[in-house]
């Protein structure tokens, strides 16, 4: 009957094994957590807080860390002013509630998720094409072009798919800016790579032959 | 499974209420295939329900759809398999049934107003009562307490009928990995400004749902189902689950480090996300030489007499087994590593991946429990599958398998285009969806998803009629 | 080139343990593992005893 002592067909040991893993993998994982609540609080150097709005962002090449990272630099208005923090966080608070609200999600990814049937919002309020969209919708300002479009994304069709209008109200497209302009100051560790780094060779007819 | 509702051969309520669960889930699996199909068309005309039903719309009803009926079903099956484990009925069965209305009720409710509300204004009062726009938990606040509610019930009956009754190992794996699904969606519960924060905790939910607890669930329905199936033997099948259960959660667990790769969380979930979900697929390997085996030493031990006792069951089983290394595993491989992840991430990969591995791992095993369902209600000793039963399986995969591989072309061309030679942005998006490969994927996406969708018309007529046929041919 | 100087935004444990080839996640597996093995032996010596 030796065939029967074999630890390897011992219930008991796998079901030791098991409990011993799944319970020790939890404890990692939550000694993890603290350590990534620590470091993504709103206000660090991650996650910054909501008067980042008040800071031009760009978004560079960091040779130290091998990809992109976001540059919080000077000072600028933000839709003609400087906000308190208290504002900035009100800001920030209805932009986030207003874009689920409005189920951004269900067509854009944000930090990477969500659906794609849109583009991914993470680094938009970096995005080239305001520049464009500023004559477009008649706005001096990329944060008034953004928020003009928001509120009536079927008149300034530049595809074949449109945004539907979404009853987004002006103070709402505002906070939503905030929202979006918070979040391309967000650490990404990268995300997304070379962000919009072909876009003049495309406006160029997509070749560098010219 | 329809003519049963009053009069069947069930001998537990428990059971009859598992059936109960098993008609709402395979109605909103439709309503599932039917959202799908017309997010599946607005990517081919974008005008189609423009403004009226847009994409948003469809989308999310498609997979709150497909979360909500999975949900159903596997409650089912737990209540379906209580009995045949504990060898007593469920304690608390009056309070389960009306559990089971208060929850359909309530499930309407939430579907209604996403189909006619749709969206509000960008207040609390939005997130509360329409909805809370966060992608799979989407349901409003007031719906996830009733939800709450209403596990904490089927979790009170799981739980007491565990305890009064007999306690074998698949019953104890059940009741401890409910605990943990249960608990789980408490994490996805709360506002808050911090869209880091956010998507760390939600992610608590999706992942550690689906790539941990609803894989040992699934673990748990195969030991029982090859119990009652094939007679396999029970030692063997516990030995097996918790050699599951161990590689699972081993994996699974702090596998859920790839999804804090780009969203502001720190960089040693790189490594930790890389190597602990990379090991993820190897379990499912385990799960399918699993099932093969069992089944190859089942058949012919007992002399003439076939050793499979629910032909349509099995199917679905050894599919289920096959589509969760391939679907979950395989897919999931594919762009688990940071170093493609960050061109994958975001991309119709992701989609291509959802969909092999939400059929293969979890749609297949709970249709097999339907037909076990079935079984029981018409009292057959053994079913055979008819050419209905035959036309689902083959439809539906060949269905889901084509729409995978249609969005999986997709999504290496979004990847290479609007990511790699782009950089993402709005133009390179769109540059990238309107390239002709995007399109044709996108056509054969809708022709599968067509197919998939005959195969689940065939999949209902066969569970209505399959118990009364193989009763009259026994 | 095999240990990288230190690059994290913020200073961590694991984020010290992370500084090399796959130094983190070996670590974890290998604790992980290692008590399965005294597990084993113990299951072992108690089968032993049995016969």
């Known amino acids: 009957m030796a065939k029967s002592h074999s630890v390897w067909t011992s219930i008991r040991f796998w079901r030791q094994s098991a409990a011993w893993v799944t319970g020790f993998a939890v404890v990692l994982l939550i000694l993890l957590t603290f350590d990534t609540m620590r470091q993504i609080k709103m206000g660090g150097k991650r996650v910054p807080s909501p008067s980042v709005i008040n ?38 608070h209805k932009g986030k509630l207003t874009s689920q609200a409005k189920n951004c999600m269900n067509c854009h990814t944000l930090l990477g998720n969500g659906a794609y049937y849109a583009p991914d919002l993470t680094k938009a309020w970096l995005d080239p094409k305001w520049k464009q969209m500023m004559p477009m919708v008649g706005a001096k300002t990329k944060e008034e072009a953004i928020a003009k479009f928001l509120q009536h994304p079927e008149m300034y069709p530049t595809h074949e798919r449109r945004m539907p209008n979404l009853k987004i109200t002006p103070d709402e497209a505002k906070a939503l800016v905030a929202f979006l302009k918070h979040m391309s100051a967000i650490d990404t560790n990268g995300f997304p790579r070379g962000f919009s780094k072909g876009v003049k060779e495309f406006e160029a007819g997509g070749t560098y032959a010219h | 499974m329809l003519t049963s509702i009053k009069n069947n051969n069930l001998q537990f309520e428990s059971q009859k209420l598992g059936l109960m669960y098993f008609r709402v889930a395979l109605i909103l699996f439709g309503a599932q295939l039917l959202m799908g199909l017309i997010a599946a068309i607005q990517f081919m005309y974008p005008e189609f329900l423009y403004g009226l039903f847009d994409f948003s719309v469809a989308r999310m009803v498609h997979i709150n759809a497909l979360v909500v009926w999975m949900l159903y079903a596997m409650i089912g099956a737990v209540y379906y398999m209580l009995p045949d484990e504990t060898g007593i009925e469920a304690v608390g069965i009056g309070l ?131 119990i009652k199936i094939i007679d396999a033997k029970r030692e063997i099948v516990e030995m097996w689950l918790w050699i599951e259960v161990l590689m699972l959660f081993g994996s699974g667990i702090l596998g859920l480090g790839h999804h804090y790769f780009w969203i502001g969380t720190p960089e040693y979930w790189w490594e930790i996300g890389a190597l602990f ?80 591995a939400f059929f293969g791992a979890y749609a297949t095993i709970l249709i097999g429990m339907m037909y076990l369902g079935v079984q029981g209600a018409y009292g057959v000793e053994r079913m055979k599958a008819t050419f209905k039963s035959k036309m689902a399986i083959f439809l539906i995969t060949f269905g889901v398998l084509g729409m995978t591989v249609a969005l999986t072309i997709a999504g290496y061309e979004q990847v290479l285009v609007e990511r790699a030679e782009l950089g993402g942005g709005w133009d390179a998006f769109f540059t990238a969806q309107a390239l002709p490969w995007m399109k044709q994927a996108m056509t054969w996406r809708t022709i599968m998803g067509v197919v998939t969708f005959i195969g689940f018309v065939y999949l209902v007529l066969d569970l209505l009629t399959i118990g009364k046929e193989s009763q009259k041919n026994s | 080139m095999l240990f990288e100087p230190f690059t994290d935004v913020y200073p961590s444990f694991w984020g010290w343990l992370n500084q090399g080839p796959l130094t983190l996640t070996l670590f974890l597996h290998t604790v992980i593992v290692l008590p399965m093995f005294w597990l084993y032996f113990k299951e072992k010596k108690r089968l032993e005893q049995e016969k």
């Open chain 2, 277 to 356: 979900s990379a090991l993820e697929p190897v379990p499912l390997v385990a799960m399918f030489v699993h099932v093969l085996y069992d089944w190859g030493k089942e058949q012919g031990a007992h002399g003439d007499r076939p050793a499979i006792k629910n032909g349509p069951a099995m199917a679905w089983i050894v599919t289920n087994a096959f589509g969760n290394f391939l679907g979950a595993g395989i897919w999931g491989f594919f762009h688990t590593l940071p170093q493609v992840n960050i061109y994958t991430h975001g991309t119709q990969f992701t989609a291509a991946h959802g969909h092999l």
């Open chain 2, 96 to 226: 389960g049934k009306l559990a089971f209305w208060v929850l359909t009720a309530a499930v309407t409710v939430v579907v209604l107003v996403y189909i006619f509300i749709q969206i509000g204004p960008g207040k609390e009062s939005t997130i509360w009562f329409i909805n809370e726009g966060r992608e799979y938990i989407e349901a409003p606040r007031w719906a996830d307490i009733g939800i709450v509610v209403v596990v904490l019930i089927f979790y009170y009956n799981v739980f007491f009928t565990f305890m009064k009754g007999k306690k074998t190992g698949v019953m104890t794996v059940m009741v401890a990995n409910l605990l943990a699904l249960a608990g789980l969606y408490l994490a996805g519960m709360f506002f808050t400004d911090n869209i880091s924060m956010d998507q760390y905790w939600w992610w608590w939910v999706i992942h550690l749902w689906v790539e941990a607890t609803w894989e040992v669930f699934v673990g748990t329905l195969a030991a029982y189902a090859l």
């Open chain 1, 55 to 92: 800071n031009h962002i760009d978004y560079k090449y960091s040779k130290k860390r091998g990809h992109e990272v976001p540059v919080i630099g000077d000072k600028e208005p933000f839709f003609g002013k400087q906000w308190s923090d208290e504002e900035a966080a009100a800001l920030l």
